[in-house]
């Protein structure tokens, strides 16, 4: 199963716009999806130490997101967008998910 619910690349996010148009850089379009990426991942199972897992998993992923932000922000320098996402995308690709996702009552995945 893929972590994310989602499959963009750069254009794509684009595209998909509100306005078919993007204002944004295909740069920093890369690092929002990459940001969304780490970020978007399914809730765990009702179990403790699944509950535990995504809680680790969510806070070494939003370690990373928050240092790239304050890198960005501090330094100003627009050359570094695209090695951030680049580092994102490899924390989260070193970061799976270990646990039990959890599925309603159904059996279908939400």
């Not at 920093?28 to 680790?56: N, Q, W, Y």
């Amino acid at each position: 199963m893929s972590e994310s619910r989602h499959d963009y690349t750069a254009d794509t996010a684009a595209k998909d716009s509100p306005r078919a148009a993007s204002t944004l850089s295909s740069d920093v379009v890369d690092l929002l999806a990459a940001i969304r990426d780490a970020l978007d991942v399914p809730l765990p199972g009702v179990e403790d130490r699944d509950e535990r897992r995504f809680c680790r998993l969510m806070d070494d992923r939003r370690s990373a997101v928050y240092a790239t932000l304050k890198a960005l922000l501090d330094e100003r320098d627009p050359r570094i967008i695209a090695r951030d996402a680049e580092y994102i995308r490899r924390r989260t690709a070193d970061t799976p998910i270990t646990y039990t996702v959890w599925q309603p009552a159904g059996g279908e995945q939400v």
